[in-house]
């Protein structure tokens, strides 16, 4: 199947499941914690991602899928086949406390290359789409590549355990830049910086955090690497950065610089 | 003049203000540092600025107002005569480099008791508004005070520097709830707390930053007091706790603990 028929299935599996999402609203959803207090899943997470992998195996019967709540062990992929990677809800947290600030994200990759990405804010009703082939866009408007901006002229975006743990010199870095910025959701912060509101993302992801928009950033001229400057493998936990090329550099740089 | 006529009155002013915004979200805008690199004035701010003490002076000739691009100096007020207390633009970074997350806002005062506020999240179109007479309103829907949840039931709303420099004890604090969220706007950070979608907020805030809302989240039956637990002068700069009664408890207990 061609890379734009892929892209039509997917947009119309999304558009489903913004309807569970709405539908939840009305109604006391349940909610458990798994690893930590703040590690959360709710009803809605397991029925998006029950309704996207059936829809994935319907269309591709031998599909290779990793999802954030139920994965096969992570290395039995063959890349050279399509693998399928989703978060059915991406900022859990904010879902449940606050009903903003979440999305629903898929990564389309294959031999380790990013074929497809999408990002969809369900409330803001923004669904970031695309790949190499045919560009990124918001919906229908194509975004293009936001300005090469160094770190001391822009936003930072991150998560509070890694701020408040200086993992990487990031207290230094946080302060050479124009300010920091924590939402709680990599989905939502990756947009910012594929839309040029802040100049870099630095966090702890897993593959399903960051599958979806490692596709769109890397298709608009941003770097995606480790924090220590090498390229992240698809299917491993690491320190991430996503930003402008200058941003990376200076980042990079304070984060080996002695503490 | 009653209460309600005043507010029938800043109502249409910010609805003016808005328009201003908009129409400058399409052309540059001059941006200008002052005490910092990181601490912006934009012309909007001095536009708005420039509007709404001319409205107010001309409808209240000898009205007292303090404005965070202009005011004099804070000691010369009579209590006893309405004082008015504006942020032009809260969250001017944001303004400059995302265009949202940012509120214009209004605090209204005599004798030292809040009278009326107005944080307007422009980009929204929301205007949070109200006092001790009408309550607190979303536009035209009626906010009821949220859940007295306590800090380890919820998000808390802070900035970075308070954060990663660790004063009164934030980062043990932080990790206590559910998690931190950092948008970098007083006025937007307030209006969650007000809304129940986080437990509490800590900043350290000038009178124009949190007038406003400290209206409206006494009217809604929240604690605003200094991080020690002491009620905040109206005129003062503090370490300014927004909360719940439970959250605030949790979090006075824990800021004055051993570090």
Redo the contacts between chains.
């Keep these: 199947m061609k890379k734009n028929e892929i892209d039509h299935l997917v947009v119309e599996w999304l558009a489903q499941a913004k309807k569970m999402v709405f539908s939840s609203s009305s109604r006391k959803i349940m909610v458990e914690t798994k690893t930590s ?2 590690d959360l899943v709710t009803e809605l997470d397991r029925q998006i991602e029950k309704f996207l992998v059936t829809q994935i195996k319907n269309v591709f019967p031998t599909a290779q899928i990793i999802s954030e709540e139920s994965h096969p062990k992570l290395d039995e992929f063959d890349p050279q086949q399509l693998l399928w990677i989703i978060d059915p809800i991406d900022g859990t ?1 904010n879902f449940v ?2 009903r ?1 600030d979440f999305a629903i994200m898929i990564g389309v990759y294959q031999n380790n290359q990013g074929q497809l990405g999408y990002i969809y804010d369900v409330m803001n009703d923004c669904l970031y789409h695309g790949g190499p082939e045919k560009g990124v866009f918001c919906n229908q408007q194509r975004l293009l590549p936001p300005a090469n901006l160094s770190l ?1 002229q ?2 930072l975006e991150t998560g ?1 355990l890694m ?2 743990h ?1 993992r990487c010199n990031l ?1 230094k870095i ?2 050479a830049s ?7 959701s990599a989905g939502i912060q990756i947009i ?1 910086v594929l839309t040029g ?2 100049v870099g993302y630095v966090s702890h992801l897993k593959p399903w955090d960051l599958a979806a928009g490692r596709v769109l950033a890397e298709t608009l001229g941003l770097t995606v690497k480790t924090i220590d400057g090498h390229i992240p493998d698809v299917l491993s936990s690491v320190d991430v950065l996503v930003a402008s090329k200058n941003a990376q550099e200076d980042i990079v740089r304070m984060a080996q610089a002695p503490y």
Tied chains: 1, 2.
């Design positions: 207090r703040n947290m406390k606050t903003r001391n822009g936003l509070a701020l408040l200086n207290q946080a302060l124009n300010g920091v910025r924590i939402y709680g910012r509101q802040a």
